[in-house]
T-cell receptor
Framework: QKEVEQDPGPLSVPEGAIVSLNCTYS??????FMWYRQYSRKGPELLMY????GNKEDGRFTAQVDKSSKYISLFIRDSQPSDSATYLC??????????FGTGTRLKVLA | ETGVTQTPRHLVMGMTNKKSLKCEQH?????MYWYKQSAKKPLELMFV???????ENNSVPSRFSPECPNSSHLFLHLHTLQPEDSALYLC??????????????FGSGTQLSVL
């Protein structure tokens, strides 16, 4: 079993839709959860950062962590074509040793 | 200039060439990292430097040789690479390797093609 599982997509949605991106992880010791956005031919950009369980909101983005289910989600409201990118989830036990998902490719259609 | 800067952006090399990738961070961080990103695979951590000392080598082949002259600069020297080494090589930095919950900041990467 992989430590972090993420559906590679692609996921295509119309502009304005609510997008839900998800990852599951296997190790209950993970404490830090991150979402990175990666545009084509660019490096990953930190989008959301969460410690332990709960929700965190930043503008149109909401990160959700359910430690009991080992499930993390990223919601994008009012999606825009500029949101088209690959979204990487990452988990860490409490050190720098991030474990990344393979990424979900999102396309928002105008 | 801010953030993490990597050069070159693209590199094509033959299997017998020697080349170097360069990374510079302008964030005042103390830890720097090399990652490899291949298609449909998760990011793979290659090397970690903290206060310019190498603290981790994740069983990376010796044809990859890192160098960290100071906390702001990181190099990856390449020689006698294989076609399977073609990938996006990403440099990252964080404030301190040892601190919990460190946030990683990435450069734009070098897209490497080995012919």
């Amino acid at each position: 079993q992989k430590e972090v599982e993420q559906d590679p997509g692609p996921l295509s949605v119309p502009e304005g839709a609510i997008v839900s991106l998800n990852c599951t992880y296997s190790n209950s010791a993970f404490q830090y959860f991150m979402w990175y956005r990666q545009y084509s031919r660019k490096g990953p950009e930190l989008l959301m950062y969460t410690y332990s369980s709960g929700n965190k909101e930043d503008g149109r983005f909401t990160a959700q962590v359910d430690k009991s289910s080992k499930y993390i989600s990223l919601f994008i409201r009012d999606s825009q074509p500029s949101d088209s990118a690959t979204y990487l989830c990452a988990v860490a036990p409490g050190t720098y040793k991030y474990i990344f998902g393979t990424g979900t490719r999102l396309k928002v259609l105008a | 200039e801010t953030g993490v800067t990597q050069t070159p952006r693209h590199l094509v090399m033959g299997m017998t060439n020697k080349k170097s990738l360069k990374c510079e961070q302008h964030l005042g961080h103390n830890a720097m990292y090399w990652y490899k990103q291949s298609a449909k695979k998760p990011l793979e951590l290659m090397f970690v430097y903290n206060f310019k000392e190498q603290t981790e080598n994740n069983s990376v082949p010796s044809r990859f040789s890192p160098e960290c002259p100071n906390s702001s600069h990181l190099f990856l020297h390449l020689h006698t690479l294989q076609p399977e080494d073609s990938a996006l090589y990403l440099c990252a930095s964080s404030q301190d390797r040892l601190a919990e919950g460190e946030k990683l900041f990435f450069g734009s990467g070098t897209q490497l093609s080995v012919l």
